[in-house]
T-cell receptor, first 116, second 114 residues
Framework: GAVVSQHPSWVICKSGTSVKIECRSL??????MFWYRQFPKQSLMLMAT?????????EQGVEKDKFLINHASLTLSTLTVTSAHPEDSSFYIC????????????FGPGTRLTVL | EDQVTQSPEALRLQEGESSSLNCSYT??????LFWYRQDPGKGPEFLFT???AGEEKEKERLKATLTKKESFLHITAPKPEDSATYLC???????????????FGKGTLLTVNP
């Protein structure tokens, strides 16, 4: 199967700082990537859809100015959590749609963000 | 609004005890139904994609089937390493940039005891 990486795998930061998370498709070009958030023992919640070369589409209730998404190339999307606060602590997971074959979404390993 | 309901929420099996997980869905038009496996602290791992009613796919001890209203994930003679949360998701026919969006169920936590 296709491989998607995320970096960092975990990060601890102070309240008020910004954190950037990278998502890379390693063996295919992804015109569409997605960012999810997952709380303990809950399912994945889609935050936004990221299309290469255009603005991201955010789900209802997700603050665009707080969660900045950039999809500058066909293999890289970034999520920046700006002015992070403790309530932003969560497990963030990206996925990339493989346009070959069935167009399946492959997920990264996730990033655990803890805001102190 | 697209909806996905998975049952049961949790399932405990003895090693070798076969069973099935259910995924019921409501969608305006189904583009695809996906099954993923998620281990604690990790991202979901792709298992299967199903596109039309009557379709079946198999991988080792797992077999996924699809009808017009639901999908089943059959687990034959499970082993402890099959313990994980199994997620079902649907992709609806849509328009614009979100037509590849997945709607997930809450998952079934499977525990297989040795």
């Amino acid at each position: 199967g296709a491989v998607v990486s995320q970096h960092p795998s975990w990060v601890i930061c102070k309240s008020g700082t910004s954190v950037k998370i990278e998502c890379r498709s390693l063996d295919f070009q992804a015109t569409t990537m997605f960012w999810y958030r997952q709380f303990p023992k809950q399912s994945l919640m889609l935050m936004a859809t990221s299309n290469e070369g255009s603005k991201a589409t955010y789900e209802q209730g997700v603050e665009k100015d707080k969660f900045l998404i950039n999809h500058a190339s066909l293999t890289l999307s970034t999520l920046t959590v700006t002015s992070a606060h403790p309530e932003d602590s969560s497990f963030y997971i990206c996925s990339a749609r493989d346009p070959r074959g069935l167009g399946t979404q492959y997920f990264g390993p996730g990033t655990r963000l803890t805001v102190l | 609004e697209d909806q996905v309901t998975q049952s049961p929420e949790a399932l405990r099996l003895q090693e070798g005890e076969s069973s099935s997980l259910n995924c019921s869905y409501t969608v305006s038009g189904l583009r695809g139904l996906f099954w993923y496996r998620q281990d604690p602290g990790k991202g979901p791992e792709f298992l299967f994609t199903l596109y039309s009613a009557g379709e079946e796919k198999e991988k080792e001890r797992l077999k996924a089937t699809l009808t017009k209203k639901e999908s089943f994930l059959h687990i034959t003679a499970p082993k402890p390493e099959d313990s994980a949360t199994y997620l079902c998701a649907v992709q609806a026919v849509g328009s614009g940039g979100s037509n590849y969006k997945l709607t997930f169920g809450k998952g079934t936590l499977l525990t297989v005891n040795p």
